[in-house]
């Protein structure tokens, strides 16, 4: 089952702060973390895993809400390359399942 | 680039038409991974495989679409009887997936197909 991503469309200005969530209605193993530019393939942003973890790097960093089957993608101090569409990927079980967001897009206005 | 490489990048075929792509992952990884994506959706999963065994096939996958693995190393996706509706962006990914923890997935560039 596809997990629910939240908001569609955000636009900001460049330094200013994002959020994105994605929640499950199913027991997630675990959450995946893509960007996609346009015309350009998804790229592997972090994964995390049931345990409630949070991870991050630089700017962009996530967590993991095992109880609420939710995630959060944070961006902080927004750059005019974090434009692009953001997918969380999630899978019941290792391996298992996987299936993206439908997916939010972020545009970054200097 | 990742290291994941798909050929052709664009295909335009006739609707009745087979056609097949390929995709060669980066070398040392088990995993393989075919998706579907169509403009302002996310990418779709179509099937994977470990290695040379191909483990799940998504149950909104047609007949007409099949896909191997052969040796465990370069994978190819065919499509038979092309309709207009399979007219997307398919997207081929590898992982070196080791059983636990986390893994993630290199995306080739696609190829565009345009059913006529």
């Known amino acids: 089952q596809q997990p629910v991503q939240s908001p569609q469309a955000v636009i900001l200005r460049e330094g200013e702060d994002a959020v994105i969530n994605c929640s499950s209605s199913?027991?997630?193993?675990?959450v995946h973390w893509y960007r996609q530019k346009h015309g350009e393939a998804p790229v592997f942003l972090m994964i995390?895993?049931?345990?409630?973890e949070q991870k991050g790097h630089d700017k962009i960093s996530a967590s993991f809400n095992e109880k609420k089957q939710q995630s959060s993608l944070y961006l902080t101090a927004s750059q005019l390359s974090y434009s692009g569409t953001y997918f969380c990927?999630?899978?019941?079980?290792?391996?298992?399942?996987?299936?993206f967001g439908p997916g939010t897009r972020l545009s970054v206005l200097p | 680039d990742t290291g994941v490489s798909q050929n052709p990048r664009h295909k335009i075929t006739k609707r009745g038409q087979n056609v097949t792509f390929r995709c060669d992952p980066i070398?040392?990884?088990?995993?393989l991974y075919w998706y579907r994506q169509t403009l302002g959706q996310g990418p779709e999963f179509l099937t994977y495989?470990?290695?040379?065994?191909?483990?799940?096939k998504s149950r909104l996958l047609s007949d007409r679409f099949s896909a191997e693995r052969p040796k465990g190393s370069f994978s190819t996706l065919e499509i038979q009887r092309t309709e207009q509706g399979d007219s997307a962006m398919y997207l081929c990914?590898?992982?070196?997936?080791?059983?636990?923890?986390?893994?993630?997935?290199?995306f080739g560039p696609g190829t565009r197909l345009t059913v006529t």
């Open positions: 495989f470990q290695n040379e065994a191909q483990l799940e």
């Open positions: 199913k027991a997630l193993y675990s």
């Open positions: 070398s040392e990884h088990n995993r």
């Open positions: 995390l895993l049931k345990g409630g």
């Open positions: 990914a590898s992982s070196l997936a080791l059983g636990t923890g986390s893994y993630e997935q290199y």
């Open positions: 990927g999630t899978e019941k079980n290792y391996g298992q399942n996987f299936v």
